[in-house]
Every structure is written in structure tokens, then in C-alpha cells.
């Protein structure tokens, strides 16, 4: 008997606040199906306050709650019947983070639970990322956000190391990234992937999807070292408005994809991959799988 339920999954990011609305489908003796209902963004860009001033702004919080009264509203229309909402940077480092979270519950009964890099690499660990790699080659998967980028080791499929750092998009933009975060991150990829003969990238987040989609490459298949290396040199020549109407770019993704470039760029350089695959996945996928582990726990 094929039994559907819908999940929602909130990501409270750096750079923009999304939900995800899944449909699970389950029959006796097949394997569990996951198929995106929904996907909504709004670009809030909570770390161009906190990673300045230490706070989200008043702007912000009013900004907030209007997008999470609205996440309600959908979830509740969609007939959501589980969802888990989660905070990364921006949040970890605003001092009235507890205190917008207290708000939110209290105005639209959404409970938000602010993770650290180590909870975020590991929910993100939990897509269905075995499904899309060998387990017998070596990956380096890297996710960017806006505040923090998450690298995991894989070898022969399993995770072998995972580390956060805050190295991000919206923190690159400001200028608020130092030389030793830098060099701590080309280290810490000399130092794990050293053992390894052959090494490939998998990125995910906004800006190599969007960098992916306009490459025309087929869907399971990587992108170049020198694809990207040629794309970032495209963007660093455009100005802010040209990206917008050349590129067919949103005004969020303009500004931002040009650094996500040159953290993947980098990434592939310190660990000697010459390839990088784009699976369409992210924190909220792991949200909805994580949310139907616990269901099977219970």
C-alpha cells in the first residue's frame, strides 16, 4: 500500500532564508521515494549584519517573521505533517539570535534550532550522496554558504573527516575574511587529502548550481577545473550590473557567486582535483531525511 506524507525543511542561511516541501512516498517492500513539492527562497542576507554589527538588524527581524509567518501558511496549505527549521552562521554569531528565535516561536509557533558547522556537515552528510558517488574513488565535498563553507572527506563511501570554517560568500563580501582562515583552509586540504592519488570535488549551494546550469553539462556529469577557472575569470571582468543582464543573474546571486567561485576554485587547487560534480543537493535535503530517520527511530 503506497502511503505519501509531506515534509517541510527550513534553512536559515547567511544569505538567504529557504523552504523545502518534499512528498515521501513509502510502499511495502520498495524503497522510500523523496520528490520535491516546493522550493522557496527569500533573500534575506542575515550575515550582512551579524558578521558587521554582531546583530541582525530591526530591517532583518521584521523581514523574518514575514517570511516564517508565510513558511507556515505554506506548510500548513501543503498539509506538512513534520518540518524541522535550522540556523547556520549568521545566527551562531548574532547575539540576539536567542532572542529572534524566542520571537518567531512565539509569533508563528515555527521553532528554530541554531546548529554549529560540525551538526550542519553532518545533517548535509545524510542526502543521498552514496547514490552519486563511487565507493571506490575519494571525493572532497564542499558546501558554501554565506557565512561558513563545510568540507567532508569521502573514501571508498565512507566519511573519513569533516570540518567547518568561516570562509563564506557574504563574509568574502565585506572583506571580513582574513589571510589566516585562508591559509588554515589550504592547509587543513594539503593535509587530509596528502594520502590520496586521484581526488574529485562535489559542490553544492546556490552559486555552483547556478554556475552548473548555465555550463549546459549533462546532469551527472562534472564540470572542468578549467571550466570554472575560465567562468570565474568571465565573472571578475563583468561589473555587479553587467552579471545581472549578461548572465541573467539575480540581484543576490550577482555579487555572491563570484567568491563561491574562488572557494571552489581553491578547494580543487590545494587537493589536486581537476573535476567537480554538482548534485543538487544541500542542507535542506539532509533536513527532510534526517526528519524521516527519526520517524523510522520512533
Known sequence: MLTIEKYGAIDIGSNAVRLLISSIHEEDGKTTRFKKTSLVRVPIRLGADVFKNKKVSEENIVRMLDAMQAYQLLMKTHKVVRYKACATSAMREAENGPELVELIKEKTGIQIDIIDGKDEAAIIAMTDLHELINTDATYLYVDVGGGST????????????????????????????????????????????????????????????????????????????????????????????????????????????????????????????????VPKIGLSDGIIKSLYNEKLNN
Open 150 to 277: 563545510e568540507f567532508t572527506l569521502y573514501h571508498n563511501g565512507n566519511t573519513i573527516t569533516s570540518k567547518s570554517f568561516k570562509l563564506g560568500t557574504v563574509r568574502l563580501l565585506n572583506d571580513l575574511v582574513s589571510d589566516d582562515i585562508w591559509n588554515e583552509v589550504e592547509h587543513w586540504i594539503h593535509e587530509k587529502t596528502k594520502d590520496y592519488r586521484r581526488i574529485s570535488l562535489i559542490g553544492s549551494g546556490g552559486n555552483i548550481n547556478n554556475i552548473f546550469k548555465n555550463s549546459g553539462t549533462s546532469v551527472g556529469k562534472p564540470l572542468s577545473f578549467l571550466y570554472l577557472s575560465s567562468y570565474y575569470k568571465l565573472l571578475k571582468s563583468l561589473t555587479y550590473e553587467e552579471r545581472i543582464w549578461q548572465l541573467n543573474l539575480n540581484q543576490d546571486r550577482a555579487d555572491v557567486i563570484t567568491p563561491a567561485a574562488r572557494i571552489y576554485l581553491s578547494a580543487m587547487k590545494w587537493s589536486g582535483a581537476r573535476e567537480i560534480f
